[in-house]
Protein backbone atom coordinates (compact mmCIF):
# COMPACT_ATOMS: atom_id res chain seq x y z
CA UNK A 1 0.00 0.00 0.00
CA UNK A 2 1.43 3.46 -1.03
CA UNK A 3 0.64 6.79 0.99
CA UNK A 4 -0.11 9.80 -0.85
CA UNK A 5 2.70 11.91 0.00
CA UNK A 6 3.14 15.61 -1.49
CA UNK A 7 6.64 15.41 -1.02
CA UNK A 8 9.91 13.11 -2.89
CA UNK A 9 9.42 9.87 -1.63
CA UNK A 10 13.07 9.54 -0.90
CA UNK A 11 13.94 9.60 3.48
CA UNK A 12 16.50 9.67 5.58
CA UNK A 13 16.42 7.75 8.73
CA UNK A 14 18.60 8.06 11.59
CA UNK A 15 18.80 5.48 14.39
CA UNK A 16 17.45 2.96 11.96
CA UNK A 17 18.68 -0.16 13.30
CA UNK A 18 16.77 -0.84 16.32
CA UNK A 19 13.51 0.40 18.17
CA UNK A 20 11.55 2.82 16.53
CA UNK A 21 13.77 3.78 13.67
CA UNK A 22 14.19 0.19 12.07
CA UNK A 23 10.08 0.11 12.52
CA UNK A 24 9.86 3.40 10.88
CA UNK A 25 12.06 2.43 8.04
CA UNK A 26 10.36 -1.15 7.70
CA UNK A 27 6.93 0.64 7.70
CA UNK A 28 8.15 3.79 4.86
CA UNK A 29 9.46 1.50 2.94
CA UNK A 30 6.50 -1.02 2.62
CA UNK A 31 4.46 2.10 2.03
CA UNK A 32 6.76 2.95 -1.56
CA UNK A 33 9.59 5.39 -0.29
CA UNK A 34 13.35 4.94 -0.97
CA UNK A 35 14.79 4.29 2.80
CA UNK A 36 18.10 5.63 3.35
CA UNK A 37 18.68 3.45 6.72
CA UNK A 38 21.54 5.61 8.54
CA UNK A 39 22.85 3.83 12.28
CA UNK A 40 26.35 3.74 13.09
CA UNK A 41 25.78 -0.42 12.23
CA UNK A 42 23.39 -0.38 9.61
CA UNK A 43 22.08 -3.30 8.77
CA UNK A 44 21.89 -5.85 5.35
CA UNK A 45 18.47 -6.23 3.98
CA UNK A 46 16.62 -8.02 1.46
CA UNK A 47 14.16 -5.25 1.06
CA UNK A 48 15.23 -3.15 -2.38
CA UNK A 49 13.36 0.12 -1.07
CA UNK A 50 15.72 0.23 1.97
CA UNK A 51 19.54 1.06 1.49
CA UNK A 52 21.51 0.86 4.47
CA UNK A 53 23.68 3.72 5.57
CA UNK A 54 27.01 3.94 7.90
CA UNK A 55 26.41 6.80 9.93
CA UNK A 56 27.62 8.23 13.24
CA UNK A 57 25.44 11.47 14.33
CA UNK A 58 27.59 12.75 16.43
CA UNK A 59 30.80 12.73 14.11
CA UNK A 60 30.20 15.82 11.30
CA UNK A 61 32.67 13.88 9.29
CA UNK A 62 30.78 10.61 8.99
CA UNK A 63 27.61 12.67 8.38
CA UNK A 64 29.47 14.28 5.33
CA UNK A 65 30.08 11.02 4.35
CA UNK A 66 26.78 9.18 4.01
CA UNK A 67 25.64 12.83 2.29
CA UNK A 68 27.71 11.33 -0.75
CA UNK A 69 25.60 8.64 -1.14
CA UNK A 70 22.04 10.58 -0.96
CA UNK A 71 21.84 12.57 -3.76
CA UNK A 72 18.70 13.51 -3.45
CA UNK A 73 16.02 13.29 -0.09
CA UNK A 74 12.52 14.61 0.17
CA UNK A 75 12.24 13.77 4.49
CA UNK A 76 14.42 13.38 7.37
CA UNK A 77 13.14 11.77 10.05
CA UNK A 78 15.43 12.11 13.41
CA UNK A 79 15.15 8.89 15.26
CA UNK A 80 18.93 8.71 16.94
CA UNK A 81 19.48 9.13 20.43
CA UNK A 82 19.37 7.13 23.80
CA UNK A 83 19.23 7.81 27.51
CA UNK A 84 20.85 8.17 30.65
CA UNK A 85 19.82 7.99 34.61
CA UNK A 86 20.52 10.11 37.44
CA UNK A 87 20.06 13.03 39.58
CA UNK A 88 20.25 16.76 38.24
CA UNK A 89 22.87 17.56 41.13
CA UNK A 90 25.08 14.43 40.95
CA UNK A 91 25.15 13.25 37.16
CA UNK A 92 28.90 13.21 35.84
CA UNK A 93 29.11 16.16 33.30
CA UNK A 94 30.93 14.23 31.16
CA UNK A 95 27.80 11.68 30.95
CA UNK A 96 25.39 14.66 30.79
CA UNK A 97 27.65 16.44 27.87
CA UNK A 98 27.23 13.04 26.04
CA UNK A 99 23.43 12.92 25.87
CA UNK A 100 23.83 16.33 24.10
CA UNK A 101 25.80 15.11 22.07
CA UNK A 102 23.98 12.26 20.54
CA UNK A 103 20.35 13.83 21.18
CA UNK A 104 20.60 17.48 20.34
CA UNK A 105 23.92 18.11 18.13
CA UNK A 106 23.66 15.06 16.79
CA UNK A 107 20.40 16.62 15.26
CA UNK A 108 22.38 19.78 14.12
CA UNK A 109 24.98 18.00 12.72
CA UNK A 110 22.68 16.10 10.26
CA UNK A 111 20.27 18.87 9.49
CA UNK A 112 23.34 21.03 8.48
CA UNK A 113 24.30 18.87 5.81
CA UNK A 114 21.15 17.49 4.30
CA UNK A 115 18.83 20.64 5.17
CA UNK A 116 20.47 21.87 1.63
CA UNK A 117 19.00 19.33 -0.15
CA UNK A 118 15.69 19.86 0.97
CA UNK A 119 15.95 22.99 -0.08
CA UNK A 120 16.26 22.22 -3.49
CA UNK A 121 12.60 20.73 -3.08
CA UNK A 122 9.37 22.78 -3.46
CA UNK A 123 8.33 21.32 -0.33
CA UNK A 124 9.85 19.04 1.93
CA UNK A 125 9.67 17.58 5.96
CA UNK A 126 11.85 17.21 9.14
CA UNK A 127 10.54 14.82 11.57
CA UNK A 128 11.79 15.19 14.93
CA UNK A 129 11.15 12.37 17.81
CA UNK A 130 11.00 14.19 20.58
CA UNK A 131 9.70 13.43 24.48
CA UNK A 132 6.53 13.65 26.61
CA UNK A 133 9.87 14.66 28.40
CA UNK A 134 10.09 17.42 26.31
CA UNK A 135 7.06 18.86 27.73
CA UNK A 136 7.09 17.51 31.31
CA UNK A 137 10.88 17.12 33.07
CA UNK A 138 10.86 13.34 34.77
CA UNK A 139 12.66 13.24 37.69
CA UNK A 140 16.43 11.41 37.54
CA UNK A 141 15.96 11.96 33.90
CA UNK A 142 16.86 15.81 34.03
CA UNK A 143 19.78 15.54 31.47
CA UNK A 144 17.63 13.52 29.28
CA UNK A 145 14.64 15.63 29.10
CA UNK A 146 17.12 18.76 28.88
CA UNK A 147 17.83 16.99 25.43
CA UNK A 148 14.51 16.75 24.28
CA UNK A 149 13.68 20.44 26.18
CA UNK A 150 16.31 21.55 23.61
CA UNK A 151 14.70 20.02 20.33
CA UNK A 152 11.33 21.27 21.16
CA UNK A 153 13.25 24.70 20.75
CA UNK A 154 15.48 24.00 17.57
CA UNK A 155 12.63 22.19 15.71
CA UNK A 156 10.22 25.09 16.28
CA UNK A 157 12.62 27.88 15.46
CA UNK A 158 13.96 25.87 12.30
CA UNK A 159 10.15 25.58 11.27
CA UNK A 160 9.79 29.39 11.29
CA UNK A 161 13.13 30.09 9.50
CA UNK A 162 13.23 27.73 6.72
CA UNK A 163 9.12 27.67 6.13
CA UNK A 164 10.24 30.08 3.08
CA UNK A 165 12.33 27.63 1.25
CA UNK A 166 9.44 25.13 1.79
CA UNK A 167 10.74 22.80 4.53
CA UNK A 168 8.09 21.53 7.37
CA UNK A 169 8.90 20.63 10.80
CA UNK A 170 6.97 18.57 13.47
CA UNK A 171 8.07 17.13 16.45
CA UNK A 172 6.72 13.77 17.59
CA UNK A 173 6.52 13.33 21.06
CA UNK A 174 6.16 9.26 22.46
CA UNK A 175 5.43 8.60 26.23
CA UNK A 176 6.43 4.79 27.36
CA UNK A 177 7.51 3.01 24.33
CA UNK A 178 8.64 -0.74 24.31
CA UNK A 179 12.04 -0.43 22.83
CA UNK A 180 15.62 -1.32 23.17
CA UNK A 181 15.77 1.54 24.83
CA UNK A 182 14.85 0.75 28.13
CA UNK A 183 18.15 -1.71 28.19
CA UNK A 184 20.25 0.30 26.74
CA UNK A 185 19.65 3.22 29.52
CA UNK A 186 22.88 3.80 31.64
CA UNK A 187 22.93 4.70 34.92
CA UNK A 188 25.51 7.62 36.02
CA UNK A 189 24.32 8.15 39.96
CA UNK A 190 27.28 7.57 41.88
CA UNK A 191 26.27 4.76 44.26
CA UNK A 192 28.01 7.74 47.08
CA UNK A 193 25.44 9.45 46.06
CA UNK A 194 22.51 10.79 48.48
CA UNK A 195 20.04 10.54 46.04
CA UNK A 196 21.08 6.69 44.73
CA UNK A 197 18.18 4.96 46.14
CA UNK A 198 15.51 6.94 45.42
CA UNK A 199 16.98 7.29 42.09
CA UNK A 200 17.36 3.77 41.32
CA UNK A 201 13.76 3.13 42.61
CA UNK A 202 12.20 5.76 40.23
CA UNK A 203 14.52 4.49 37.16
CA UNK A 204 13.00 0.74 38.15
CA UNK A 205 9.45 2.10 37.79
CA UNK A 206 10.51 4.06 34.31
CA UNK A 207 11.78 0.69 32.90
CA UNK A 208 8.33 -0.98 33.83
CA UNK A 209 5.92 1.19 32.10
CA UNK A 210 8.34 1.21 29.19
CA UNK A 211 8.06 -2.20 29.04
CA UNK A 212 4.43 -2.22 29.66
CA UNK A 213 4.37 1.11 27.03
CA UNK A 214 3.17 1.22 23.66
CA UNK A 215 4.73 -0.72 20.81
CA UNK A 216 7.35 1.12 18.14
CA UNK A 217 5.32 0.54 15.17
CA UNK A 218 2.25 3.19 16.95
CA UNK A 219 5.27 5.67 16.54
CA UNK A 220 6.30 4.58 13.15
CA UNK A 221 2.78 4.70 11.97
CA UNK A 222 2.15 8.29 13.36
CA UNK A 223 5.65 9.54 11.32
CA UNK A 224 3.92 8.05 8.09
CA UNK A 225 0.48 10.01 8.65
CA UNK A 226 3.05 13.26 9.31
CA UNK A 227 4.27 12.59 5.77
CA UNK A 228 0.81 12.89 4.11
CA UNK A 229 0.15 16.36 5.20
CA UNK A 230 1.11 19.29 3.12
CA UNK A 231 1.09 21.12 6.68
CA UNK A 232 1.81 19.24 9.77
CA UNK A 233 1.33 21.04 13.45
CA UNK A 234 4.10 22.29 15.25
CA UNK A 235 3.98 18.85 17.34
CA UNK A 236 2.00 15.05 17.59
CA UNK A 237 1.74 13.88 20.97
CA UNK A 238 1.55 9.27 20.09
CA UNK A 239 -1.70 8.14 22.23
CA UNK A 240 -4.75 9.50 23.53
CA UNK A 241 -3.38 8.91 26.79
CA UNK A 242 -0.35 11.38 26.33
CA UNK A 243 -2.14 13.84 23.65
CA UNK A 244 -3.99 14.50 27.03
CA UNK A 245 -1.07 15.01 29.35
CA UNK A 246 0.57 17.13 26.74
CA UNK A 247 -2.66 19.19 26.48
CA UNK A 248 -2.65 19.59 30.26
CA UNK A 249 0.90 20.69 30.80
CA UNK A 250 -0.24 23.61 28.56
CA UNK A 251 -2.98 24.56 30.64
CA UNK A 252 -2.35 23.30 34.60
CA UNK A 253 0.45 25.21 36.48
CA UNK A 254 4.08 24.06 36.68
CA UNK A 255 3.55 23.43 40.65
CA UNK A 256 0.59 21.27 40.09
CA UNK A 257 2.57 19.41 36.88
CA UNK A 258 5.45 19.19 39.36
CA UNK A 259 3.64 17.20 42.37
CA UNK A 260 2.00 15.22 39.86
CA UNK A 261 5.47 14.19 38.62
CA UNK A 262 6.76 13.44 41.77
CA UNK A 263 4.11 11.73 43.11
CA UNK A 264 4.19 9.26 39.88
CA UNK A 265 7.82 8.83 39.66
CA UNK A 266 9.10 9.39 43.30
CA UNK A 267 7.31 7.36 46.40
Do not use: W
Not at 14 to 38: Q, R, W
Not at 69 to 76: A, N, Q, R, Y
Not at 152 to 170: I, S
Amino acid sequence: MNTKCPYLKKVLITGASSGIGKETADLFAMNGFVVYAASRHPQSTNNPSIIPIEMDVTDPKSVRSAAEKIPELGIIIHCAGFGISGSAEMTPVERAKAQMDTNYFGVINVNNVFVPLLRKNPRSLVLFTSSVAGLVPIPYQSHYSSSKYAIEAYAQALRMEARQFGVRCCLVEPGDTKTGFTKARTSDEPESSPYFKQCKESVEHMARDEQNGKPASSVAKVFLKLAGKKNPKVRCAVGLDYKALAFLAKILPARLINFIIRLIYIS
